[in-house]
């Protein structure tokens, strides 16, 4: 009996190369008085698997990646404390104890124990603005570190979400191996029937015996993939237990996908708002704060200072007097030359200003770029992906009438089986497509600075 039979569709993916041409043939839009999309309609992965939002929460928590990344902020916020101690007096206390010997020449000597004490205290007045600038580039040097904690802990959100589908599918693929495999035993039985019956040869025989062994090999490496991915995922989430792992990749709304990218622009800011920008802006504020530090190193720099001190002193009329001295008073100190090291110093900072200026225009038009060209990929990838959405409710109704007329005794039981290794693997091309599809949306979320995942870390905060 003829039977309809499912195509399998092979896996497709988009080339570095055409993604980069998208950007380029991408027209210009503009984004003025346009709203900006539907952010919330825009789907992420624990959005639509709510066994994974858990998980991202415990990570804010747990995760080692954000060990280091929290010490360095710990690092900055001590930093900043150095800085800020000159706004403050600084007080010092002295003293000496010991045994003094004076030697006259025709005179009596003097000898005897002795010791005196000082307290004193000073404070910057006057350093041009570099006390004050030091301060603020602590300050930023602490925002800097808050943003890498961000950028990492988005990056460790990325991965984890990247390793979760892939555990779905390779579950999937699991149940497709064994599935297979299941079909060869049974076409391995009737061969060696039909062998000792001398119905086939000794090499079509032997051909069934290795496609065998082919299938069982492929079981054995995507479970030991599978663990190694469950492995890495554990480690980078801080889990100490193994997460149970849903069956699928739940089917998306399309329709309000492609309604949110289509009907509303990024805005004309939005690249500004981006971790990477912030981070080199915040970077051109420090070489600035830099600069004003580096001119005061030549110019006359005022302090005031106070203090009280207490020791024996020999007078005009007696020897060993206890005498208390009190001074309060401004003091300059200035640098008048350097060898031109203070010079040199501000050629540096400037180059350092231009370079890092020059790389903030071509990163935020790179940046530009890559959210018109993912953009354009999104919207490819949702009209494919209704497509294979469509495809698969078609192979649904052939393989349930199969399988009905299965049930009724009106098809061979190899015929079923073949259509139902076609089915599974149709069904795990559509899931490895809905994953890919909320693979890009995370990306894009990350590229406009529109993650929600960052939430978690600062709730762990």
Known sequence: MQRPRISRSPSFTFPRWFLAGL???????????????????????????????????TAGERAPELVQIG?????????????????YPSVGVGGNLGYRYVDRQGQDNDSNAS????????????????????????????????????????????????????????????RNLRLERSNLERELETAQSRFDAGEISEEAFLSAQIGLDRSMIAIEETVDLREETLREFMRVSGLEERPEIPVSVPQLDLNQIERALREGTVGPTW????????????????????????????????????????????????????TINYFAGLSVNWNVFDGFSTRANR??????????????????????????????????????????????QLDQRIYQRIKDEYGQGTIAENDFRVTQEDFYEEEYNLNVARARLLESISEYLVVVNRDRAVRFLEDAR
């Open 115 to 174: 010791g005196s004490v000082s307290i004193g205290a000073s404070r910057p007045l006057y350093h041009w603005g570099a006390v004050n600038a030091r301060v603020r580039r602590g300050e930023i040097g602490v925002n800097n570190s808050l943003l890498s904690t961000r950028r990492s802990f988005q990056a460790t959100i990325q991965l984890l979400r990247a390793e979760y589908l892939s555990l779905i599918l390779d579950q999937m693929k699991l």
């Open 271 to 322: 690249v500004d708002r981006t971790f990477a920008i912030q981070t080199n802006r915040n970077r051109l504020d420090q070489l600035e704060e830099t600069e004003t530090i580096i001119r005061s190193q030549q110019r006359p720099k005022v302090n005031f200072s106070a203090s009280i001190s207490q020791a024996p002193v020999n007078t005009a009329t007696k020897n060993n007097v206890d």
């Open 23 to 57: 950007a380029l043939a991408a027209m210009g839009v503009d984004l003025k008085g346009q709203e900006s999309p539907d952010w919330q309609a825009l789907p992420v992965p624990e959005e639509v698997l709510p066994s994974l939002e858990s998980i991202l929460a």
């Open 347 to 392: 050629r540096i900072n400037l180059l350092e200003q231009r370079k890092l200026e020059n790389g903030l225009l071509s990163r935020e038009q790179e940046l530009r770029e890559e959210e018109q060209a993912l953009r354009e990929n999104l919207l490819i990838r949702l009209r494919k992906q209704r497509l294979a959405e469509r495809k698969f």
């Open 71 to 87: 010490l360095d902020r710990q690092i900055a916020n001590e930093e900043l404390t150095i800085a800020r101690s000159r706004l």
